[in-house]
């Protein structure tokens, strides 16, 4: 059993990594679209074998309650994507947007992405995850300013320093870690070894470890696009290819949540440090409130559901902040179901932007009459991350507010406040996209396949309304770890 | 000894935090890259000493990549790079010299006291170095907050990085692993901002930031 989830394990990393070697030789490439959803499907086989066979951890990488659905998440929305972007793609080629040569380096870095990220999640060891993330930083960078336009390499600069900025802070923090935990676990790496590091972390000093978390809170907040320091996320959003932006919004953010995650649980093992709950739930707020007032004037398609990706970033960290097994739950079901919500909603995005020939939302009218099926799809997307029932994310957020107001009912005032302007902005702006006249526009019909999307939607509606036994036990479990 | 190790391992790290100093009222282009130039020198001995002081030999090896690479790649890199790019070789200082100063004057006085009293069990040696890669790290923000053109914002994002450096090695027999990550992450994001300064120049004809921010969604409506 021990062996196979080593394989799986080392699967998960060795795959991406050699097929993003191996993407950089490929020339032609519709080759290249296939091997990369041949790669991302690999290592979402990998990751299910994974939940089976679970291998023992050692200093540097670990599988454990908590990273096993998340490696499944973002193994499963990362093949959809790539799914989603060999159709993507083809449009851009025809249209003259992107040429091959792009291309080659285009999934060359789709793939070293998903190396980072799942080396992210699989990492037992603080520098290491650090160094996972700041690769899938840069890689990310790369692909923001793929279309070379000036719009997108401001996006890629912006996106660059202030993710750079994030990262720098978030190494001063680690070293503030590794030295809380020097005097009582000794030098070298099983100082930086997270397992080894929360068995003890209740002897570190409690200053070290506030100062510390300040940083890798702001450091991977960033990251996760927490508020003060969002201004990256909308840009990157809009002016990369829209694969990009699915799986920006879908996995990388959930990826830097789940740092700050990890090093919550170091908090909330110490008794004598700072309640960290908080500080999150602080930001998270302020994050909520500040993306629902933004969304109201947004006119790029992209960029509104960039604000609705910190919207809910803010809501997920708020939920994790009030901590507690039911907060926690409800944060762990919302990653979920923002995840592929998410994800489903920028496939649509991608194709609309495509037929229409525009990001702009004023020239996007009547799309559930030119193009019924993306149209549609877009509906239930934006209906289901609006938070209507009786999709999954109604459910998470009716948990969030339902926790939140038998614990701390004047917290819940700005929480449903923040929820509702977000839910009537998206569907005033969804209204005008999806019905009312079309304007005559270029209406080509598309030639995307548009399943990606509709399993996505599928899962999120399931879920929305039966959420299987074991499902619910296993969630019931990490929120319990997660204190 | 022991003092004399002491002491000199603080002068180093100090030394650090003045030149940081000396990169706030920089007005011209190639001063700014030969001052930074001096800081990864300085950086190179402070951690060459540590290096020696903590009997870690595989922190030469961080030494060496900060003296190679950043104390002499990289300003040479970004010299020709301001000569092809015919850049302007003076810098705009957004706010003045003075206000500068004193926001730097107070942040580090806010990192001793924030770093001494919450080190106190920490290695001696550890603690101080600490304050003083603080001080680096958040004068390096100031460098990047207050400037306007892309080359002042790598300068200081690197200041910034090099007072990273500083704060690792400080911590007594961090693993080599973190180290050389840093070492090629600076290696990784000199190609990034490479590529960057000529796409910006291909497009812009300027590594003025604010040039750039013109194409943000606001005010291209």
Do not use: C
Not at chain 1, 298 to 319: N, P, V, W
Not at chain 2, 112 to 131: H, K, N, W
Request: charged share 10%; net charge positive.
């Amino acid at each position: 059993m021990n062996g196979l989830g080593l394989v799986a394990m080392s699967t998960l990393l060795a795959v991406p990594a050699g097929a993003a070697l191996l993407l950089v030789i490929v020339t032609n490439y519709q080759r290249g679209a296939r091997l990369n959803v041949g790669a991302a499907l690999l290592t979402l086989l990998a990751a299910a074998v994974l939940l089976q066979a679970r291998p023992e951890g050692n200093l540097y990488l670990r599988v454990d309650d908590f990273n096993i659905y998340l490696i499944l998440l973002n193994n499963l929305v990362s093949f959809t994507t790539s799914l989603f972007s060999a159709s993507y793609i083809a449009h851009e080629l025809e249209t003259g947007r992107l040429t091959p040569a792009y291309l080659r380096f285009y999934h060359a870095t789709y793939q070293a992405l998903l190396f980072a990220m799942n080396l992210a999640l699989l990492a037992n060891n603080i520098g290491l995850l650090w160094v996972a993330i700041e690769l899938a930083t840069l890689v990310t960078v790369l692909m923001v300013g793929l279309y070379r336009t000036p719009a997108a390499l401001e996006a890629a600069w912006k996106y660059f320093i202030l993710g750079s900025l994030g990262i720098a802070l978030a190494l001063f923090g680690t070293i503030l870690v590794y030295l809380a935990a020097q005097p009582v676990i000794g030098q070298g790496l099983p100082a930086m070894a997270w397992d080894r590091l929360l068995a003890k972390a209740a002897e570190f000093e409690p200053a070290l470890l506030n100062l510390a978390f300040v940083f890798l809170l702001l450091g991977y907040g960033t990251k996760a696009g927490l508020v003060p320091l969002h201004a990256w996320l909308p840009d990157a959003h809009a002016e990369g290819p829209t694969p990009i932006s699915a799986v920006l919004s879908g996995l990388l953010l959930n990826v830097a949540l789940y740092a700050v995650l990890r090093f919550k649980m170091l908090m909330s093992a110490n008794p004598a440090a700072l309640a960290p709950g908080p500080l999150m739930a602080g930001l998270g707020l302020l994050s909520l409130l500040f993306a629902g007032l933004m969304l109201y004037r947004r006119g790029d398609i992209k960029r509104l559901f960039a604000y609705s990706s910190i919207e809910h970033m803010g809501i997920i960290t708020f939920a994790f902040g009030m901590g507690g097994p039911l907060a926690n739950f409800a944060g762990l079901l919302h990653m979920t179901m923002h995840s592929l919500t998410k994800s489903a909603i920028f496939f649509a995005v991608g194709h609309i932007s495509q037929v229409k020939g525009t990001q702009r939302i004023s020239t996007i009218r009547g799309l559930t009459v030119t193009h019924p099926a993306l149209g549609w799809g877009l509906v239930l997307g934006v209906v289901a991350i609006a938070g209507m029932p009786p999709f999954g994310v109604f459910m998470s957020e009716f948990l969030v507010v339902s926790s939140t107001f038998a614990r701390y009912p004047l917290l819940a005032v700005p929480l449903v406040l923040g929820l509702l302007l977000a839910f009537g902005t998206l569907l005033w702006r969804l209204n005008g996209m999806a019905f009312g006249h079309p304007d005559g526009g270029p209406a080509a019909p598309i030639k995307a396949s548009l399943w990606p999307m509709r399993i996505h939607l599928a899962l999120v509606l399931i879920a929305g309304i039966w959420l299987p036994e074991p499902l619910v036990a296993w969630f019931h479990h990490v929120a319990i770890l997660l204190g | 000894m022991r003092g004399l190790a002491f002491d000199i391992a603080h002068f180093l790290a100090g030394g650090m935090v003045l030149v940081s100093f000396m990169l706030l009222y920089q007005d011209r282009v190639y001063a700014l890259l030969n001052i930074f130039a001096l800081h990864a020198l300085v950086l190179a001995l402070a951690v060459g000493w540590q290096a020696h002081t903590q009997e870690a030999p595989h922190l030469y090896i961080t030494a060496a990549v900060a003296l190679i690479f950043k104390a002499i790649v990289i300003p040479v890199v970004l010299r020709r790079i301001v000569q092809q790019l015919g850049i302007h070789r003076t810098l705009e200082v957004v706010g003045g010299v003075g206000r500068d100063m004193l926001a730097g004057t107070g942040l580090v006085a806010l990192s001793i006291l924030v770093m001494l009293p919450v080190t106190q069990g920490a290695d001696p040696l550890a603690r101080e170095d600490l304050a003083f890669a603080l001080a680096v790290v958040l004068l390096g923000l100031l460098l990047m907050v207050n400037r306007h053109n892309a080359i002042s914002l790598v300068i200081g994002f690197m200041s910034l990085e090099n007072g990273l450096i500083l704060a690792a090695a400080g911590a007594r027999g961090m693993p080599l692993a973190v180290e050389i990550s840093v070492a090629f992450s600076i290696l990784i994001a000199l190609i990034v901002i490479g590529v960057f300064l000529f796409r910006i120049r291909e497009r812009f004809d300027s590594v003025d930031m604010q040039a750039m921010d013109a194409f943000r969604e606001g005010r291209r409506k």
